[in-house]
């Protein structure tokens, strides 16, 4: 089966700082990924997407996110965070249906 | 935008009782779905709907849940006889398309609490 792992758990990053979130997949094919963020108490928004093209994706608020055939990586970056950027990262993938990873939770400090 | 809505967003029951879960997909969505997050876990698949039928559905989807699409509009999931375990987040979600990489649109969710 597909599946997606988020190797960090809890990451706590500077405001202003750069941030990174790791996500690994397991895919036979070329995947269909996704990154969502879960700010307390809402929905899952989809902030980008990745299936074919270009390996380097933007999406909304800032992130990007590359995709790393080699690596079976598709790590999330953003060069400088804000405080309101503090949520819960769920790398998915998508097989007919989603399956997502643990997610990383996200904090910022002052 | 377009969003799918969720109603309760919050809803406490008693272990037993039936609860039903409601949603508004997208209008022009055709592939429906609920995920359900147990506090401090993974969201996790539960079912997908299409075409007024059941397409997939997680080993979690045992015959207490059904889901329902009684109009044009809604969504449901019911769980008939909840037991502390169903306490969990409850996400619907939607899409236009089964073409790989279309994303799926997800709802705010709702608490369940079974006491």
């Known amino acids: 089966a597909q599946s997606v792992t988020q190797p960090d758990i809890h990451i706590t990053v500077s405001e202003g700082a750069s941030l990174e979130l790791r996500c690994n997949y397991s895919y036979g094919a070329t995947p269909y990924l996704f990154w969502y963020v879960q700010s307390p108490g809402q929905g899952l928004q989809l902030l980008l997407k990745y299936f074919s093209g270009d390996t380097l994706v933007q999406g909304i608020k800032g992130f990007e996110a590359e995709f790393k055939r080699s690596q079976s990586s598709f790590n999330l970056r953003k060069p400088s965070v804000h405080w309101s950027d503090a949520a819960e990262y769920f790398c998915a993938v998508d097989d007919y249906k989603l399956s997502f990873g643990a997610g990383t939770t996200v904090t910022v400090r002052a | 935008e377009p969003e799918v809505t969720q109603t309760p967003s919050h809803q406490v029951t008693q272990m037993g009782q039936e609860v039903i879960l409601r949603c508004v997909p997208i209008?022009?969505?055709?592939?429906f779905y609920w995920y359900r997050q147990i506090l401090g876990q993974k969201v996790e698949f539960l079912v997908s709907f299409y075409n007024n039928e059941i397409s997939e559905k997680s080993e979690i989807f045992d015959d207490q849940f059904s889901v329902e699409r009684p109009d044009g509009s809604n969504f449901t999931l019911k769980i008939r006889s909840t037991k502390l375990e169903d306490s969990a987040m409850y996400f619907c979600?939607?899409?236009?398309?089964?073409?790989?990489?279309?994303?799926?649109?997800f709802g705010n969710g709702t608490r369940l609490t079974v006491t």
């Open positions: 209008s022009n969505h055709l592939y």
């Open positions: 979600a939607s899409k236009l398309s089964d073409a790989g990489g279309s994303p799926l649109h």
